[in-house]
């Protein structure tokens, strides 16, 4: 068995298709944002992944709240799950799939892999998101868009690895802007 290459059609995990051998879409998600909150939410992401015959399945929603202070639900089939993290100011987040294990999400050291927690230091990512070539390196990488690479280990709980992969890569842009824009604020002098 060898691992599935998942190329994301748009830059934004929020609104895009996963397209897996022949371009053929296997997930989407969707994102509707809220003018006004509606019952407490500001956005929510619908997952998708296709059936045999092209239609679309149901796989997971995430519930983005109003309250910047809240945590975003997430529904992975009819599971809760639970995204919880690992440290105080660290990206890393951790849950539980629906194999029972759990696993991390970590973008300490790019690029952003999945890895399952409790297995030892020597552990195989499950999952790893590679970035698009950006800059001086797309003249030699032309048709390289950004992509999801699961191991083949990690195929049993593939709707898991996407919507938590949604949420995860979402919340992580999130925190990057707003470092960013801390960075750019004006220190005043004392």
């Known amino acids: 068995m060898s691992a599935l290459k998942l190329k994301l059609s748009r830059g934004d995990p929020l609104q ?18 809220y ?3 509606l019952h407490g ?9 296709r ?12 519930e983005w709240p109003a309250n910047p202070h809240d945590r975003p639900r997430l529904v992975i089939g009819t599971r809760f799950v ?12 951790k849950f539980q799939a629906q194999d029972g294990r759990t696993y991390e999400w970590q973008a300490s050291n790019f ?15 499950v999952a790893t998101f590679l970035q698009s070539s950006q800059g001086f390196f797309k003249v030699w990488n032309r048709g390289s868009s950004a992509s999801l690479l699961v191991a083949p280990g990690g195929l049993h709980m593939l709707d898991d690895i996407v919507v938590t992969f949604i949420y995860f890569e979402s919340q992580w842009r999130d925190r990057e802007r707003h470092k960013a824009r801390i960075g750019c604020l004006p220190t005043l002098a004392t």
């Open 16 to 33: 895009t298709d996963f397209l897996a051998t022949g371009n053929k879409v296997l997930y989407t998600s969707e994102t509707i944002t």
């Open 35 to 37: 003018p006004r909150a």
């Open 41 to 49: 939410s500001r956005a929510t992401t619908a997952v998708t992944r």
């Open 51 to 62: 059936d045999a015959v092209g239609g679309p399945l149901p796989v997971g929603v995430i």
């Open 82 to 93: 639970e995204m919880k993290k690992t440290g105080l100011y660290a990206s890393p987040e």
């Open 111 to 125: 690029p952003v892999q999945l890895v399952p927690l409790h297995a030892g230091h020597n552990a195989a990512y």
